[in-house]
T-cell receptor, first 111, second 118 residues
Framework: SQKIEQNSEALNIQEGKTATLTCNYT??????LQWYRQDPGRGPVFLLL?????KEKRKERLKVTFDTTLKQSLFHITASQPADSATYLC??????????FGTGTRLQVFP | GAVVSQHPSWVICKSGTSVKIECRSL??????MFWYRQFPKQSLMLMAT?????????EQGVEKDKFLINHASLTLSTLTVTSAHPEDSSFYIC??????????????FGPGTRLTVL
């Protein structure tokens, strides 16, 4: 079955730096890969989506890359701010009606 | 737009009782609603998928008689945890989607319901 790995250890970075989060998966590549933000005690909030035939996608300070050869997506937040502190989830969209979520990586941006 | 609400936001109940959680799409008609469960520091695990007016489809390992799902209208789905036990304590999150022009799996998530069973 499809497995997704996100770094379970928290990522601590200084304000203004670029945060890079990793999402690796096994087996076959999804049609789409989605990234979400989740704050404690809240539901996930959609951030970005990238298609399997896209290499990179940007939205304001966010950038997502998708390498189907490496079976990996990278999520970057440039000029990070303390308000970016949250858990970031990647989700595989296998072109069905289901999303498969990773465990998420907690990002802590300190001043 | 595309707002999903859940009620209650948290609930504490005694072991053996049943708890109902509501999921509403406030500004759109949801043809499909999903129910997830999330344990601390773990990923969202899909429990079941429900389409309006039909029976829910449960994921492997999820007891359909314990987790009753009703999707009676295009804006409301309910999850009832029957005879709840402490191991059912978790964060339950619903999401909703509709048949739209987008080709990807676009789901809008509710804020979640924290269930604690004593």
């Amino acid at each position: 079955s499809q497995k997704i790995e996100q770094n379970s250890e928290a990522l601590n970075i200084q304000e203004g730096k670029t945060a890079t989060l990793t999402c690796n998966y096994t087996n076959y590549s999804p049609a789409y890969l989605q990234w979400y933000r989740q704050d404690p005690g809240r539901g996930p909030v959609f951030l970005l989506l990238i298609r399997e035939n896209e290499k990179e996608k940007r939205k304001e300070r966010l950038k997502v890359t998708f390498d189907t050869t490496l079976k990996q997506s990278l999520f970057h937040i440039t000029a990070s701010q303390p308000a970016d502190s949250a858990t970031y989830l990647c989700a595989l969209d296998m072109d069905t009606d289901k999303l498969i979520f990773g465990t998420g990586t907690r990002l802590q941006v300190f001043p | 737009g595309a707002v999903v609400s859940q009620h209650p936001s948290w609930v504490i109940c005694k072991s053996g009782t049943s708890v109902k959680i509501e999921c509403r799409s406030l500004d759109f008609q949801a043809t499909t609603m999903f129910w997830y469960r999330q344990f601390p520091k773990q990923s969202l695990m899909l429990m079941a998928t429900s389409n309006e007016g039909s029976k829910a489809t449960y994921e492997q390992g999820v007891e359909k008689d314990k987790f009753l799902i009703n999707h009676a209208s295009l804006t409301l789905s309910t999850l009832t945890v029957t005879s709840a036990h402490p191991e059912d304590s978790s964060f339950y999150i619903c999401s909703a989607s509709w048949q739209a022009a987008s080709s990807y799996n676009e789901q809008f998530f509710g804020p979640g319901t924290r269930l604690t069973v004593l």
